[in-house]
C-alpha cells in the first residue's frame, strides 16, 4: 500500500515564492599537482550564477559545451556540495540540512540524464529501475508498488509488457521514456532534464519535448531545461538563461529573449538556429577563436576574446548581469 514520506525542517513559502532560488552559485574543482597533492589553481565550472524558476514553470539554460551548465545542475541537486552561494528549494537552504535531512528532501527533486543507455541499469527490469526509489523511500509497497509502475509507463507511452524487459531490449526513445518514468515515480516538485533529447533523433526528439510538456501541465512539475540549442529550449521554456564560462550573460522570458536578443553571444547562437523556410536566409555569424580555459578565465568581460564589438572598457572590467529593460537581463557594456 503507499505510505506517506516525511520530512523534517520543510518551510512553507507562500504559493508565489519561486520554488528555486540560486544566489551567487560557484562550483570550483581544485587542480592538485605533486605528492602532496597541492592545490595549484581551480577549474570554475560554476562562478556566480545567480537565478530563479517560479512553480510550475521552466527555466531552459542554453550554452556550448563546457560553459557550466551541468555544473550548474549537479550543485542545484547537491549531487555535488557548491563551493560557494546558496541554494533554496520550496523555501529550505539546502546548505543548511543535514545528511539525513536531504535525503529526506531529495524524493522531490529528480533528473533525467543526457543518455538514456548508460542512466539506466543494464541488470534490472524496468519494473525494478522504475519502483527502486519508491520501495527506498516506502511511499509504494506490494502491488500497490507494481501497479504504480504500469500507471507510470503508461502515462509516457509504454505498454504493460514493457515491464519485465532490459534496457537493450529498447530503443533511445523508449530508454528515455523509462528515464521519465522514474523521475515522476516520486511525485517531484523539481526535475532537471539534463540534454535529455541531445541523443535522440530528430523525429524523437519532438515527441519527447512533448511528453515533457504534457506532463508539466498535467502535475504541475517545474522544470530546470538543459540543452545545446536555442531551438529546443525556447519551445520549453518559460523563461532562458544563456551561460558562458561558467557565467550567466543573458537572462530572459522565452520569446523576449529569442526575437530581442541583447548579448553579442545570444546573437550568435540564434544565427546557428536552422530556418525551416528555404526562402528564407539568416545572417550566420561565425565566432571566432577556442573558448577560453575555466582555469584562467580572461579579465574583464569573458566573451571579449571573441567578440566582435569588443572594446577597451569589456577588456579590464566585467560587466554585471542587469536589467535592460522589462526584467530582460543582460551581461554586456554595450546594452
Known sequence: MAMESTLVGTANPPSSAPLVEVEDLRLWYPIKRGLRSRVVGYVKAVDGVSFTIPRGKTLGLVGES??????????L???????????????IELGSLSPEALRRL???????????????NPRRTVMEIVGEA?????MWQGDALQERVLELLERVGLEPAHALRFPHEFS????????IARALAMNPALIVADEPVSALDVSIQSQILNLLLDLQSEYGVTYLFIAHGLHVVSHVSDIIGVMYLGKLVELAESDELY????????????????VPDPTVRRERIILEGDVPSPVNPPAGCRFQTRCPFATSRCRAEEPLLHDIGGGHLAACHLV
Do not use: E, W
Not at 106 to 120: E, N
Not at 134 to 138: D, N, P
Open 66 to 75: 563546457g560553459c557550466g551548465k551541468t555544473s550548474v545542475a549537479r550543485a
Open 77 to 91: 541537486l547537491y549531487l555535488v556540495k557548491p563551493t560557494g552561494g546558496r541554494v533554496r528549494f520550496d523555501g
Open 106 to 120: 531529495r524524493p522531490r527533486m529528480q533528473i533525467i540524464f543526457q543518455d538514456p543507455y548508460s542512466s539506466l
Open 134 to 138: 519508491m520501495a527506498f523511500h516506502k
Open 172 to 179: 533511445g526513445g523508449q530508454r528515455q521514456r523509462i528515464g
Open 259 to 274: 526575437y530581442h536578443p541583447a548579448h553579442p553571444y545570444t546573437n550568435a547562437l540564434i544565427s546557428a538556429v536552422p
